[in-house]
């Protein structure tokens, strides 16, 4: 399979939600195995990566919330988990021969590097993947502005956010089977529509700076990669201008 072409440097988002596989909390090692070796594909085309991963397989800090924790404790346990994640991402990935570095926004030195932007930059330039750990470093924002943020910092050309769904539909498509499958669409669109691809956060965020955000699933093996040579489905989600271009393609 040929190399992505219009992408030299990529931040991946991975929900916690998809190490659990089917065990319904934690870490399922085959899973984390499939991923990485995903990962690697794209890491053999010689694309630049940078991932996100979140911690809702081990804490979510909107539910402790809810259940009675204050929201500032429940999000600092919740970014502790993504280090989890981070660290056994990290593991599973250099078993697969990929060269890595956690940096992490809350400082432990014993387990990860701290967040260093111009660091993290020249890791990716020696062919190392960055795994960007503990979110943005505060409470309030989800994994998924830490992503858009970090993809922006670090200088990608695309926020490949990974899930369980081969794009964004105008509806849930186990639901509806009646759901609108969108191969491109834009920022304002997703905010107007609320249909929670993204938080508001990071989708304007990417607005902003003119970032591209590609969602695809991974729940078959080898999709990333089928995704960024555009043989797997996908949908885009860019401003204006480029939707308008992408239109009469």
Do not use: W
């Not at 609108?180 to 956060?201: E, G, R, S």
């Amino acid at each position: 399979m040929g190399a992505p072409k219009n992408f030299s440097r990529i931040l991946i988002k991975l929900s916690g939600e998809m190490l659990m596989g089917d065990t319904g909390f934690g870490i399922d090692t085959k899973v984390l195995a499939r991923l990485s070796d995903d990962i690697k594909q794209v890491y053999d085309t010689g694309v630049q990566i940078g991932i996100v991963i979140g911690g809702g397989n081990i804490f979510r800090g909107v539910s402790g919330a809810a259940a009675g924790l204050d929201r500032s404790s429940a999000d600092y346990m919740g970014m502790l988990a993504t280090v989890m994640n981070a660290v056994a991402l990290q593991n599973a990935l250099e078993h697969a021969g990929v060269y890595t570095r956690v940096q992490s926004a809350i400082r432990m030195d014993a387990i990860a590097e701290p967040y260093i932007r111009r660091r993290a930059i020249r890791h990716m330039e020696k062919k190392r993947v960055v795994i960007f750990a503990a979110g943005t470093g505060n409470p309030f924002f989800t994994t998924d502005t830490a992503a858009a943020l970090r993809a922006v910092e670090i200088g990608c050309d695309l926020l490949l956010k990974a899930t369980k769904v081969d794009g964004i539909y105008s509806a849930d498509p186990k639901k509806d089977p009646n759901a609108q499958h969108f191969d491109h669409i834009t920022f304002t669109d997703v905010l107007i529509k609320n249909l929670n691809v993204m938080d508001a956060t990071a989708i304007s965020l990417c607005r902003d700076n003119d970032l591209p955000i590609m969602v695809t699933s991974i729940t078959e093996p080898g999709n990333i990669l089928r995704a960024l040579t555009g043989k797997a489905r996908h949908t885009m989600v860019t401003n204006e201008k480029e939707q308008e271009h992408a239109a009469n393609a």
